[in-house]
């Protein structure tokens, strides 16, 4: 199993597996009455049958909202963070016509608006 270092609130709601088992990262960071140094996340499962709660302790505080006995904690680096979509590479850039094209478009854009700052000026004087 992967171990993830590092992760901050960013996990937050990043996919995750420990086993065979898939969920949802719901929160990440200490819990009361646990040694401060240890982070822990806060998973909904997708299999409601493998949590234990809904995201809220015995003590009655809550680190997150999930169906009932579909959450649990696990320590941060025993969960195997799934990378997103978002890490995908970056699409092909645009032709050199299209750069071309778009910047001619700004460029118009600019001059309309200038032409209109202008116009309004010009009737503020004549008022």
């Known amino acids: 199993m992967s171990t993830t270092t590092g992760v901050s609130l960013s996990g937050i709601n990043s996919r995750c597996k420990r086993g065979p088992d898939m969920g949802t990262v719901l929160y990440v960071g200490p819990l009361e009455g646990?040694?401060?140094?240890?982070?822990?996340?806060?998973?909904c499962w997708d299999d409601p049958s493998r949590g234990k709660h809904n995201g809220t302790l015995k003590s009655g505080k809550k680190y997150?909202?999930?169906?009932?006995?579909?959450?649990?904690?696990?320590?941060?680096?025993?969960l195997e963070l799934i990378p997103s979509a978002a890490a995908a590479p970056p699409s092909?850039?645009?032709?050199?016509?299209?750069?071309?094209?778009?910047?001619?478009?700004?460029?118009?854009?600019?001059?309309?608006?200038q032409q209109q700052q202008q116009q309004y000026q010009q009737q503020q004087q004549q008022q």
């Open 92 to 113: 092909k850039p645009a032709a050199p016509q299209q750069q071309q094209q778009y910047q001619q478009q700004q460029q118009q854009q600019q001059q309309q608006q």
């Open 34 to 43: 646990r040694d401060p140094s240890e982070i822990w996340a806060g998973v």
């Open 64 to 78: 997150f909202e999930c169906r009932d006995n579909a959450g649990s904690f696990v320590l941060l680096d025993k």
